[in-house]
């Protein structure tokens, strides 16, 4: 029998549902097809959907089952505590090899006290948020406004694309430079990528499950209930007809796609130059 | 004693670069060897960003050797920015001692 922590059954039982309910709605729309038969794209879009939303499901049992590394010789006491310090560094202003570099020692910390039989609350403390803010001001000090605008911009970008692309294998049309989409599309993924995700990475960082599903379902909720009772009080006024009716395409030539590079890799140096400043200023504690 | 002030925080900062001159060191005999000098309530919770803090600012160096527990563990040796920073530590803590005693002797006594 596989022993899974606390934590990783809530993800499974909760990813499982998310996963199940995406399978049945691209049923529901493969039958829906079946009936209509409205062209042949839509049908390659389901079996694309469905096919991800399985290997999904797929690789998060895996990587939730199968542990990862040096921590797969940890007991599920101290796995739990790895578990809840590897998620809180996911929202940080740490970079992908700090994060790393941080894990490897803890896990080295935890399994020195285990071999020892120490009990894991002796080693790390109860209040493991604070040792992770330490952790955090080791590397010294960093603007998280500043991080979170410059993942924003990076998650937009990355947004941005990924909607044109799938606008333009969806109608099928003859250059992607064409796409075009409706300008209600931009607050939508302005939402998205400065707040939607933000929030949701913060919630998984707390292992917040139930949290994560009801903001995520809660937000998307909100958005589109507003949208709608805009449509429907508001079809009058002049901006409102603009911001429904209104097409646009956001990634027009080769020159908007090498902005657009030109922005992702600034937002990046950016990330990586505050961070070899902010190890340079440190100071000593007395 | 509450271990994680910032006042505990800096003493230990010093007591670990002491520690650390003679002999390359790991995080886990850091902790028992504060802990036989009287830190008896300190974590390696408490030690280990004191340690990352310590590296990041340039005054260990780092390198990670084979273990046989798993992970390959990281060894600290002092770096002369290090021994710099540890002198100066002995020179404030030796000024902040005197002065705290003279006022506990003349107040308490």
Not at chain 1, 116 to 132: G, L
Not at chain 2, 7 to 18: D, F, H, K, P, V
Not at chain 2, 41 to 49: A, F, G, L, M, R
């Amino acid at each position: 029998m596989i022993s899974l922590t606390r934590q990783s059954k809530k993800i499974v039982i909760f990813s499982s549902i998310l996963i199940g309910l995406l399978i049945i709605s691209s049923i529901i729309m493969f039958v829906f097809w079946l009936n209509n038969r409205s062209g042949n794209s839509l049908l390659w879009i389901l079996i694309v959907i469905i096919f991800f939303a399985l290997i999904s499901a797929v690789l998060m049992i895996i990587l939730i089952v199968k542990r990862r590394g040096y921590s797969s010789f940890l007991r599920n006491d101290y796995y739990e505590v790895y578990e809840r310090i590897a998620a809180a560094l996911e929202n940080s202003t740490l970079s992908i090899f700090e994060r790393k570099e941080i894990l490897l020692d803890i896990s080295e910390l935890l399994l020195q006290a285990q071999e020892k039989k120490r009990p894991v609350n002796s080693v790390i403390e109860n209040n493991i948020e604070d040792f992770i803010e330490r952790i955090k001001l080791s590397y010294g000090y960093r603007n998280g406004i500043v991080f979170n605008i410059l993942s924003g911009i990076q998650n937009l970008l990355f947004v941005l694309t990924i909607v044109q692309a799938a606008i333009y294998l969806i109608r099928n049309t003859n250059s992607f430079f064409e796409v075009t989409m409706g300008l209600m599309m931009l607050p939508y993924m302005f939402l998205l990528s400065f707040l939607l995700l933000p929030l949701l990475k913060y919630l998984i960082s707390r292992q917040k499950i139930i949290w994560f599903i009801i903001a995520l379902v809660g937000l998307v909720s909100l958005f589109l209930g507003s949208n709608e009772l805009l449509r429907r009080f508001g079809s009058n006024i002049a901006w409102v007809q603009t911001y429904f009716e209104k097409e646009i395409t956001f990634i027009s030539s080769w020159f908007i796609v090498i902005i657009l590079i030109l922005v992702m890799v600034l937002s990046w140096l950016a990330k990586w130059f505050m961070r070899r400043q902010s190890i340079k200023k440190m100071k000593a504690a007395w | 004693m509450t271990e994680n002030t910032q006042l505990i925080r800096g003493i230990l900062e010093g007591c670990i670069l002491a520690l650390v001159r003679k002999r390359e060191s790991y995080g886990y005999w850091i902790v028992e060897k504060l802990r036989e000098s009287g830190f008896s309530d300190i974590h390696e919770s408490t030690v280990y960003p004191i340690l990352n803090r310590l590296e990041k600012r340039g005054l260990f160096m780092s390198k990670r050797k084979p273990s046989k527990l798993g992970p390959p563990r990281k060894y600290y040796s002092i770096s002369n920015k290090g021994l710099v920073e540890l002198e100066r530590f002995a020179k404030i803590w030796k000024i902040i001692r005197n002065n705290v005693d003279i006022i506990l002797r003349e107040e308490l006594n």
